[in-house]
């Protein structure tokens, strides 16, 4: 059976929003809509250029439509994701506002479907506490009248020109069966490596297959490396705090080239081995968690290696070869 | 008048594979790719050392990783170095690019791939990140919605009906029966499927496209190489795509100009097709595009079943090239192929292949 994995990846974005994009968002925080002429045409929502033409238009020429509008094309989110607007079923609509000649696409929350047709009269539902964002519209609402959900805390005290954005995906992945493998090996302090049949080449990592013959790499094909091996190169990270960043000090980083191997582990971790000390050409050897630690996907190479946490010098001679900085792939 | 986008050099698919199309695959994107590159060079003699040129298409959102496609070039053998190129779009746009590149003339075989795995994320939930991001992604607004927008504009119009969609969903699905690499397949009654519920409305679950995990892989060669690689090569006499704007609020959702403008330039006007393979992931969507393109009665639309029978994302658009490329090799004279990108039929492509370059 094979193991899948799942992982969150977040986007926080900060975006800057330009002088039309901006004027709509400030717009909405003062309960308007706000849409801009191109030629005889109401563009909503508002672009610095005309959609049809690319022509630039102009700033000044922002104009106020609606609030109500026209519903022309509708359909309705039984069960709505956690992106959507609702968390309850809902319609999304083409909405026509008055004065506009473009539709705005935003959510119609009516209960249910059979309040909807096209040609339907709606009107702004706006969130009592708003910021510039799309969402300061929780939702348009039957009828000709504008809504504030609770109490309003009015207008923005100055234009805004920002706007955050956060989406977060889980990913659900297939882990490579040699992985397993590597990371069972790895209870029994074990690393295992793969010999390409054709080129015979030594890849260390768990790659699954050999990048030069595109050939996958099975069971039979697994080999066990020496616990030695020399940096090849590294990097001192100084840690910025992005989300999910938990290192506060500078790190190291190292590739290793293990004796008798063909590629390098990448990226990996080390022990006892002070930042000032890493060096290209010192020698290092496995490092291992006690065999009964829980080990969590923290370790080396994301945790494929399990047990193999990082790389502690060996105490050996340094290697003296010109060419070995080279190597890190 | 828009000229015609014919080729200096003539250029033509030669073969081509796809893995088997599921909902979810044990695999791999990479592995999905070494395996269906290698099915596609196996029966034409050729090795990845006869590759002069590889452009694969995918797309990082779906995979779930920035520069996933670094991993996919493990699958062409890339050493010694290969000129190589990606496309975050579908394989057809791939396939587009390679085209171009052998019209250089100095390179005679290039592969191009398109690959995804649907099931890694939730579609619903990545799409919207790929749309506008002022307007539209704060929204969460998916492909479903957009979909549906468009049916509903449709059947407004009086272009279209409900009824008229779930024969279409019927067709493709009887189709399908004899396609051994399509995933949804059988016979359906049409006043069954009209009795299912909305997923959003007026879409049900048969107007809409599986979710499939799968990958394409497609060899392409110049003239008398392509000869020599097979009888009956398919040429790619006419190639073009265009785009619209983005957002569909400012576009008539009833009409796709652009898939009437690339059809023109690719001389789709210039003598008929006997079949269309369509990137209709929509039942509505086939019946736009037909009605745009003027494809009669006679022409044989999505025969292999089309995106409604599978939807492998980023290689839907190239299977369909493959297809109509099928229909060449096995003693047609003349296709059409389609693909799409973006909500709404926002972008799109047309190729035509010939039994004579």
Request: net charge negative; charged share 20%; glycine share 10%.
């Amino acid at each position: 059976m094979t193991r899948f994995v799942e992982n969150s990846i977040v986007f926080p974005y900060k975006r800057s929003l330009g002088p039309v994009i901006g004027a709509f968002m400030t717009g909405l925080t003062e309960q308007r809509i706000l849409g801009i002429r191109s030629g005889d045409q109401v563009i909503v929502p508002p672009l610095e250029w005309d959609p049809q033409t690319g022509a630039e238009l102009d700033p000044d020429g922002m104009v106020e439509v609606g609030p109500a509008g026209t519903v022309e094309s509708w359909t309705w989110v039984p069960a709505p994701s956690e992106q959507h607007p609702l968390g309850h079923p809902f319609a999304f609509a083409f909405i026509r506002l008055d004065g506009a000649s473009t539709p705005l696409l935003h959510a119609v929350d009516t209960g249910a479907p059979d309040a909807l047709r096209v040609g339907a009269r709606v009107a702004p539902r706006w969130r009592g506490s708003r910021v510039g964002h799309i969402g300061d519209i929780i939702a348009f609402v039957p009828g000709e009248q504008p809504e504030v959900d609770g109490p309003d805390s009015g207008p923005a005290e100055a234009p805004v020109t920002m706007m955050d954005y956060n989406a977060s995906i889980t990913y659900r992945n297939p882990v490579p069966p040699v992985l397993d493998r590597l990371r069972e090996a790895s209870r029994d302090q074990r690393i295992i490596g793969q010999r390409c049949p054709v080129c015979e080449r030594v890849y260390s990592g768990g790659r699954g297959y050999c990048p030069i013959d595109a050939v996958e790499l099975g069971e039979e094909q697994d080999v066990d490396l020496p616990h030695t091996g020399t940096i090849t190169n590294f990097t001192i990270v100084t840690p910025v705090q992005y989300p999910g960043q938990t290192e506060t000090e500078p790190f190291a980083r190292v590739f290793v080239l293990l004796d008798g191997t063909d590629v390098i582990l990448p990226y990996q971790p080390v022990v006892e081995l002070p930042v000032g000390e890493v060096r290209v050409g010192k020698r290092v050897a496995a490092a291992w968690a006690p065999p009964n630690d829980d080990i969590d996907d923290a370790g080396a190479m994301g945790g494929a290696y399990g047990h193999l946490i990082g790389w502690i010098p060996s105490g050996e001679p340094d290697v003296e070869d010109p060419d070995l900085v080279n190597r890190i792939f | 008048m828009v000229a015609t986008n014919g080729p200096r050099t003539d250029i033509a698919v030669v073969g081509w594979a796809q893995t088997p199309m599921v909902r979810r695959t044990d695999l791999s994107e990479t592995q999905l790719l070494l395996r269906v590159i290698t099915a596609a060079l196996e029966p034409l003699g050729l090795t990845r050392a006869d590759i002069d040129f590889t452009c694969l298409g995918s797309c990082d959102y779906i995979t779930g990783q920035a520069f996933s496609f670094v991993s996919n070039l493990d699958a062409i053998g890339a050493w010694p170095p290969k000129r190589d190129s990606h496309v975050e779009m579908d394989g057809a746009w791939a396939l587009y690019e390679a085209w171009l590149r052998l019209q250089e003339g100095d390179i005679e075989i290039a592969v191009v791939t398109g690959s995804g795995r649907s099931s890694t994320g939730d579609p619903t939930l990545i799409y919207p990140m790929e749309m506008d991001p002022f307007y539209l992604a704060p929204l969460g607004a998916d492909p479903l919605t957009f979909a549906a927008l468009q049916a509903r504009a449709l059947i407004q119009a009086g272009i279209t009906d409900e009824r008229a969609m779930a024969e279409v969903a019927a067709r493709s699905r009887r189709d399908a029966r004899s396609n051994p690499d399509a995933q949804v397949k059988g016979d359906a009654d049409i006043d069954t499927l009209l009795a299912g519920e909305y997923v959003r409305a007026p879409l049900r679950r048969h107007d809409l496209p599986p979710i499939t995990d799968g990958a394409a892989a497609m060899v392409l060669a110049t003239g008398d190489r392509a000869r020599k690689l097979r009888e009956r090569p398919a040429f790619i006499t006419g190639f073009d795509h265009r785009t619209e704007c983005h957002n569909p609020g400012y576009r008539d959702l009833t009409d796709s100009p652009s898939t009437r403008i690339a059809a023109e330039a690719a001389g789709l006007g210039t003598s008929p097709v006997e079949v269309a393979e369509l990137q209709a992931a929509f039942t509505h969507e086939e019946i736009l595009l037909r009605r745009v393109l003027d494809l009669g009665g006679e022409v044989a639309v999505n025969r292999s079943g089309g995106a409604l029978a599978s939807n492998p994302i980023m290689a839907t658009g190239l299977a369909r090239i493959g297809y109509a490329a099928n229909h060449v090799f096995g003693g047609g004279k003349r296709a059409l192929a389609h693909s799409t990108s973006g909500p709404c039929l926002q972008q799109n492509l047309v190729c035509i292949l010939e039994e004579d370059a």
